[in-house]
């Protein structure tokens, strides 16, 4: 067979690409063993679901990339097929040759997926029977995520195995914006009459209201780093609105894949090390708590508004004060508000002390000689003092606030003794929320 001189050209090609998806395997495979080995100690497990998990997002993104090679920029193709290059519109427009720039969106009320669940469940199920998936079903991505399936199955039990599928699902969610939009005939379509590869943009309103919030206030930073990923929300993701609102997530965020960098033997002893710890622990903490992770504050629509009075001397409606408020869930509206702003500007606290940290950094990199005085660096600089004060300012007002609300709430209860348990879920609604107000 090798000594056709087009079947060795076409070898060579995709040696690259094969080889990766075999070492995939083996590494889906090696993570299976492990997972048997360190069965017993679950901060091990929840490690090696995380490794999993990225391996087969990659994996996702190696294979959407693939399909569409001959329309990416020579620059690009190295990155792309190793998985590397974000599933974001500006990240998937520069690595598109130009003549193929800017990418096709799907948009229209004859799309034959609307639904983000439903193009989940097409691009990734394999037991749902309603999607036909001609040629494209053993795609790498699909098989390692059913391979991981059962491999998590084996030490977790099948409820385990729907956890951890449903995690992969948030994450994917959390950061692939830019989908394929797949067919029965084919893992990506084309449009009919440009011939382009159609994608399918994810959008959320809220997140992309917020960081417009964020975008104004001067903190942002392109690409978005690994770490806001976590606090993406997980639902209200939709089609893009439509082709003339320019309305794509207009946002890069680099995908997880930290655990993808380590070698085998790091992750190993990463194993090794948290069994160790377990053996050392208490028998009462023999487990590590996940720690919370609060979404950003993303309010539906029902939560922008407050609520109106008649002003008869300006003979018009106005927005009522909190302190106009008479019952706790027209008082919770405000909170909600006011809980939003002091976030977002703890956000925006946090993206300056972050960036001067790496200006400083990168200084001290450059700067060769030991002896330089650069102490003043360090120190907060006139923005932060001024935005700290704000924050503080916008804690007295949530603190006012929450005041009033439970103050509310127990004229409530004794005027309406039949329940007593009333308001107790819009209480526990901002618990965790009330906690991290300094």
């Not at 440009?194 to 903190?219: A, C, D, M």
Request: net charge positive.
């Amino acid at each position: 067979m090798f000594n056709n001189p087009s079947m060795q050209a076409a070898y060579h090609a995709r040696y690259r690409q094969v080889r990766d998806v075999r070492i995939d395997f083996i590494r889906v495979d090696k993570a299976r063993q492990w997972m048997i080995e360190f069965s017993s100690v679950p901060d091990c497990l929840q490690l090696l679901e995380k490794y999993l998990q990225q391996l087969c997002l990659c994996a996702f993104r190696k294979d959407v990339f693939t399909y569409i090679k001959s329309v990416l920029h020579p620059d690009y193709i190295e990155a792309a097929l190793a998985g590397e290059i974000p599933l974001c519109y500006e990240s998937v427009h520069d690595a598109l040759a130009e003549r193929h720039r800017p990418p096709q969106l799907a948009y229209g009320n004859r799309l034959a997926v609307k639904n983000i669940d439903v193009l989940f469940a097409w691009l990734w199920e394999w037991k749902d029977g309603h999607f036909e998936r001609k040629g494209w079903k053993d795609k790498p991505c699909r098989m390692l995520f059913q391979q991981s399936f059962q491999a998590v199955k084996t030490t977790r039990g099948i409820d385990g195995a729907r956890k951890w599928r449903q995690e992969l699902k948030r994450s994917f969610f959390k950061s692939h914006w830019m989908l394929p939009y797949p067919q029965s005939q084919g893992f990506m379509r084309k449009d009919k009459e440009t011939k382009e590869f159609v994608w399918w943009p994810s959008f959320h309103r809220g997140l992309n209201s917020y960081y417009i919030r964020l975008q104004q206030l001067g903190s942002l930073t392109q690409p978005l780093p690994t770490s806001n990923i976590k606090h993406h929300p997980s639902n209200g993701w939709e089609l893009s609105p439509g082709y003339f609102t320019n309305s794509h997530m207009p946002y890069v965020v680099y995908p997880e894949q930290e655990l993808l960098r380590v070698s085998e033997d790091e992750l190993f002893g990463k194993l090794v090390s948290l069994r160790e710890q377990n053996l050392t622990a208490l028998p009462g903490n023999m487990t590590t708590p996940a720690a919370a992770v609060s979404e950003f504050n993303i309010s539906p629509p029902n939560h922008l508004s407050n609520t109106e009075r008649w002003c008869a001397r300006r003979r018009m409606y106005v927005l009522k004060t909190f302190e106009e408020s008479d019952s706790p869930g027209e008082c919770a509206s405000f909170l909600r508000k006011a809980l939003e702003q002091y976030e977002l500007l703890q956000h925006h606290q946090r993206n300056l002390r972050r960036n001067r940290r790496n200006h400083v950094s990168r200084r001290l990199e450059a700067d060769s000689d030991s002896n330089s005085e650069g102490g003043d660096d360090f120190e907060v600089t006139s923005d932060e003092e001024s935005l700290d004060m704000k924050r503080r300012e916008q804690a007295k007002t949530v603190r006012n606030i929450e005041v009033h609300m439970r103050e509310l709430i127990t004229q409530h209860r004794r005027t309406e003794k039949r329940w007593p348990g009333a308001y107790d879920n819009l209480l526990r609604e901002f618990h965790h929320r009330l906690q991290k107000v300094e």
